[in-house]
């Protein structure tokens, strides 16, 4: 399977709209004759199609120089991952492979043909000075058919796709194409072409005192799906992403969680909790490796006595390649599809009636309950302090997502809050990455002693985490101060 990241914009234009010269756009300087092809494509979805909602697009294309099956993730005019595979000879349904990467859009339901979409297309490449390809404009003359309502549609549409260029000649084309009558469009040919069978769902932001609380909730259950393909491959950006949303759902359903069925939020709080565990896994491999790469490869190369990188790289590959495949098998299993289906009933339901204030003093219960527990660690020495300083540490990350909730109506203060609790947050975690790299390192020094190798380097790296660790705690305590100023907070007073 081959995996591209492609950035585009598209366009509509009337029946007398033409292409205007665009050299001098960005750095172009030809622009080429065009290269005429027929395209024939298949969008496959559930009959919800959540595919679309979802920001995917899986389709069996034929015609042009890619056809193949194709799986599209992200929104029209950003960045988009496209992961690509061959067609083969039979027409029965898309490969295992991209099944297993829409599991999360699909909720792990069947999908099945849901539009055709044909263009003809005349395509040309914008180049430079250097005969570099900057960009790719085509123009398509398309026709769609919904496949399960029979409604059919004809447009014409350009698309302009960067190669070698940049958001700036992204930018000095729009300004040309606009001045010859075209307009962007938000969307796909897909959603056009079942736009009307799209309208039947309710996907509108929420309203009332809730909806800021419901909305949010949405925009991390759509991060956990819009990552799940990378994930599943292990993208460590990817992984991240999705941990951080499971993350942010699990603190929203607990400070909200008079919002909803408690017994039933509380359940889905402990999916997410399973889930989170998997990423975890993962993701905690990924940091403490390059951690330790980084700290032995810093050292001078004469206090490195023996193999240590490569002693830690193996540790290190085994415990990834374990933690992706228990990961992989969680994705696969019926329990996750289950568990965001469970979660669509939450943030998408309509919630219990409350007002503001209701919303803004459980965000002030979280921040006096991240206070009050670091607080208590700070009179804590030793490892129990390092405990309670991790727990603190995880109070002030749901306070921070509590603020978020609110920080699109409130504006700058809310952000500025939002800032400093990371900033704190920020330096609690690498206070609890000391410990944890701590441990490590005994233990691998453990296992050289064992094997009969020299451990000197695991003790100077542990004694450099020790010392780092040491300065953490004067520099938590001012970033405390910080996120406790009267008028960082004053918003939430009123």
Known sequence: M????????????????????????????????????????????TDDLRL????????????GHDAGWHLKVGAVG???????????ESDAGPPAELVALIRGASRGRPVAPAARVVNHRRERRLRDADGRVLAEVAEDDVRSEDLVDGTTQTWHEIEVELV????????????????????????????????ARLARFDDRAPEGAAGPVLGYAREQRDALVGNHAA????????????????????????????????????AVRAELRWLGGELGRVRDVQVMAARLDTA??????ELVLGPVAARVGERFAADLARSTTALRTALDSDRYPELLAR????????????????????????????????????????????????EARKKYKAARYAVEVREPAVGRPAARLVKRLKALQDLLGTHQDSVVTREVLRRQALQAYAEGENTFTYGLLHARQAEAAGHDRPAVIRARDRARRRKVRRWLRG
């Open 164 to 195: 070698d260029g940049d958001d700036g000649l992204l930018d000095a084309v729009a300004e040309r194409l606009r001045a010859a009558g075209a307009r962007e469009v938000p969307v796909s040919k897909s959603h056009r072409a079942v736009a």
């Open 296 to 301: 032995v490869h810093e050292l001078p190369d």
């Open 52 to 63: 679309l909602r979802s920001g995917h697009a899986l389709r069996r294309r034929t015609g």
């Open 343 to 390: 979660l669509d009933q939450l943030v998408e339901a309509p919630a219990a009636e409350v007002d503001r204030r209701w919303v803004d003093r459980r965000i002030r219960r979280a921040l006096r309950r991240a206070d009050d527990r670091l607080d208590a660690a700070s009179a804590v020495a030793g490892p129990a302090g390092d405990l309670a300083l991790h």
């Open 2 to 45: 081959a995996t591209v990241v492609e950035r585009e914009r598209k366009y509509s234009g009337d029946e007398g709209f033409r292409l205007p010269d665009l050299t001098g756009c960005g750095g172009v300087v030809t622009m080429s004759d065009a290269t005429v092809s027929d395209l024939d494509a298949v969008y496959w979805d």
């Open 78 to 88: 950003g960045a988009r991952v496209e992961h690509q595979f061959p067609a083969g």
């Open 231 to 266: 994930a599943y491959q292990g993208d460590e950006d990817a992984v991240h992403d999705m941990r951080v949303a499971v993350r942010r759902l699990r603190a929203t359903l607990r400070t909200f969680r008079g919002l909803w069925d408690r017994r039933e939020s509380e």
